[in-house]
């Protein structure tokens, strides 16, 4: 019977019931490590178990290093065989310096059983993936010739676990009823179709759209709980390395997580947390002495308040020492940049060129309303503008507004390319990670210490 000729029907309904691979995979490792202690009297007693522990920690840490854990289309053990030979090597040497015993034959003993055991856990995948135990549903973006050809070969074989539910395509096909599954709408049907349908993967197979077009289509995946693969473009030309994944002969680039979805972020949050309560007590003696200055010097309101736009475009009020003569009243414009305001006193040219100003912005972030590093939050008037005159200007609201971020640091600040602010904080948010943050912490001293503020 030919793919498309499978009644979808029956496919389709199946559930996902395993979300992944990965906890099976490293439980596997773990056993295999410390069966070979065992098994070659590396651990002799009770007491020494703690060595097999140990190993199999090293072997977590080297294999999955290396990406051997990761849940992947298509599992070979042959292409595991080095990051397996690796986790062997390194428990081996741990078990045999910690506990005695032959290192050779240690190694030779823990390699073979992950081998084992790694081909056994991919043979039990295959086979409920094949049974429909294991499914994934997919979506494809783009209806031409490479997301047809994708569809078809998941249809036909049903060991990668990714059974296509339909096509998106904003491109209506010539020939629907030649699809091997549903053209099911255009790529602004993206969110409701994954919700309706139970949708956990997403291919973008470029269709005739514009690339440029389907950005925003894959930055709204982000906000789904849906991994997200894409066809490199020229294929045929590219070497494929261990990082991509392939169905039956068609590389696919996995996506990396959306920010929000890593477990990092939470360890960002909880540093935010921590970082902002501790400032605000260790700096607790400088805030006052502050406020008394800006109160003597400016009179009432010590404090500014302005409402600033923060993640997913909600607004918040965000708090400043105020730096003016005179505060800026309701029926005033909004002036981008005060440098050199003749309102500006002694107390407040200070405080804005050490940044001082900014400090009190420690409570928004301890409510959660912002994050130690982001991108800086602005006005209402001027994110309505902004968004009009830059493409993707409004991409930089998916993550919570900083006090601090990698635009300022490189310079971007005042009166400076709105453009290029964008695509720093974009790049930023697309490529975070925590050491980035404590990168751009760091740089931040450095310009508040050499009094390099606006």
């Known amino acids: 019977m030919l793919a498309q000729d499978r009644p979808l029907e029956v496919v389709a309904t199946r559930p996902r019931t395993w979300p992944t691979v990965r906890p099976f995979l490293i439980a596997g490792d773990v056993a295999a490590v410390v069966v070979a202690l065992l098994a070659t009297r590396t651990v002799t007693s009770l007491g020494g178990l703690p060595v097999a522990v ?7 840490a080297v294999v999955g290093g290396l990406g051997a854990h990761r849940s992947r289309l298509t599992l070979s053990v042959l292409d595991d065989v080095p990051a397996l030979a690796a986790a062997g090597l390194t428990s081996a040497f741990v078990g045999s310096q910690l506990a005695g015993g032959s290192m050779l034959r240690l190694l030779v003993v823990v390699v073979a059983l992950l081998v084992v055991v790694r081909a056994a856990l991919y043979a039990v995948v295959r086979s409920a993936r094949r049974r429909g135990v294991v499914t994934h549903r997919a979506l494809v ?12 070969a998941a249809l036909a074989r049903p060991e990668h676990g990714i059974v296509p539910v339909g096509f998106l395509d904003d ?12 053209h099911l709408g255009g790529y602004g049907d993206l969110a409701a179709l994954v919700e309706r ?3 956990s993967e997403i291919i973008v197979a470029w269709g005739r759209t514009h690339d440029s077009a389907l950005i925003d289509t894959v930055r709204e995946c982000d906000r789904l709980d849906c991994e997200i693969f894409a066809v490199p473009r020229f294929f045929e030309l590219q070497h494929r390395s261990r990082d991509m994944d392939e169905l039956w002969g068609i590389p696919l680039m996995r996506f990396r997580r959306a920010t929000w979805r890593s477990g990092s972020w939470q360890a960002k949050r909880a540093f935010d947390i ?3 309560g501790l400032a605000l007590l260790l700096l607790a003696p400088l805030l006052l002495l502050v406020a008394l200055a800006v109160r003597i010097e400016l009179g009432a309101g010590i404090i500014f308040r302005q409402t600033r736009v923060g993640v997913d475009g909600v607004p918040f009020t965000l708090m400043k020492f105020r730096s003016l003569r005179l505060p800026e009243g309701p029926g005033s414009s909004p002036v981008w940049s005060i440098n050199g305001d003749a309102r500006l006193g002694p107390v407040g040219r200070f405080i804005r060129s050490t940044s001082i100003d900014e400090l009190p912005q420690l409570i928004n972030i301890l409510r959660g309303e912002m994050s130690i590093v982001g991108p800086r939050p602005e006005r209402q008037v001027f994110v309505d503008q902004f968004s009009r005159d830059i493409p993707r200007y409004h991409d930089r609201h998916r993550i919570p507004a ?5 635009a300022q640091v490189n310079g971007l600040r005042g009166d400076t390319s709105i453009a290029e602010r964008s695509t720093f904080d974009n790049n930023y948010i697309q490529n975070w990670s925590l050491w980035l ?17 606006s």
């Open 54 to 60: 140990v190993a199999a920690v090293a072997v977590l």
């Open 141 to 152: 973006l783009g209806a031409g010739e490479i997301g047809q050809q994708l569809a078809r």
């Open 171 to 182: 491109d209506a096909p010539r020939d629907p009823a030649g699809l091997p599954v549903p």
């Open 197 to 199: 349908e139970g949708v």
């Open 274 to 276: 921590f970082a902002s």
């Open 402 to 406: 900083g006090l601090t971020g990698w």
């Open 437 to 453: 943050d404590l990168k751009i912490i760091a740089r931040t001293v450095g310009t508040v210490v050499f009094r390099r503020g």
